[in-house]
């Protein structure tokens, strides 16, 4: 049902009104969901249930949350990381509205490929801002696609605060990292490493040996299920100097 609601939308109305009114065209659909037994972190509303998706993510209907962007957002306000400057590569639109909102808080909001809704275009393996200049860094889902993903983790520890805190998480397999630079073609990424654009797929250890490397000090954490937030078992890693 959400799928084809969302198709028809799509379809009636251009991608800069969308995101514009997102909020909007979600709340009619979100009402069908309203309820108590479960509640969005971001948005606040209470439901009876998140939407779930095949591929095992829940969605919440009103801001359009998934069960990382949810739990993220959850961990920032009670940690009180949400002030100062902060750098967040391709944001969601949920949390992205959360986060530019929020006047305690300098938002550096930056997607490369203008893929997601985002002020800045900064190239994550050079930069374009001073050393030590941010007290957070969000970097969730983006390792996976940069080449050079060691250059791009020599960035982030060039531009974190000393006292910054950098959260990164990734998709991961058991084992060691698995990665083949001859592997070019979108429906052989794809068939090895998950998706079209992914190439590689990071171990935990593996991507925590290879943050430690460029001189990060790491804390692995992982998460477990809840139902009443929509929040799955999930693993991030937070990295200071």
């Known amino acids: 049902m959400y799928k084809s609601f969302k198709a028809l939308i799509q379809k009636l109305f251009p991608k800069k009104i969308l995101h514009k009114n997102e909020l909007l065209f979600r709340y009619p659909f ?59 590569f391709s944001p969601s639109r949920a949390i992205y509205r959360k986060l530019k909102a929020n006047i305690s808080a300098e938002y550096y909001s930056t997607d490369f490929t203008n893929a997601f809704l985002a002020d800045y275009k900064f190239d994550i393996t050079n930069i374009d801002q001073a050393n030590n200049k941010f007290d957070l860094i969000l970097c969730f889902h983006i390792l996976e696609h940069i080449d050079d993903d060691t250059k791009a983790m020599q960035e982030l520890y060039r531009v974190l605060k000393q006292s910054g805190s950098c959260y990164i998480q990734t998709p991961f397999k058991n084992g060691d990292i698995y990665e083949d630079a001859t592997i070019k073609l979108p429906e052989k990424r794809l068939e090895h490493f998950g998706q079209e654009d992914h190439v590689r797929i990071y171990s935990i250890e593996g991507l925590n040996s290879r943050l430690k490397s460029v001189g990060f000090k790491t804390k692995i954490i992982n998460y477990k299920k809840d139902s009443t937030f929509g929040f799955y078992d999930e693993t991030v890693i937070v990295c200071k100097k």
């Open 30 to 88: 979100g009402l069908f969901y309203k309820g108590s037994s479960c509640q969005c972190t971001i948005c606040n509303n209470k439901l009876r249930t998140f939407i779930n998706f095949e591929d095992k993510d829940l969605l919440c209907p009103f801001c359009g949350s998934l069960s990382r962007t949810r739990r993220l957002y959850d961990e920032l306000l009670k940690n009180d990381l949400i002030k100062g400057t902060v750098l967040h």
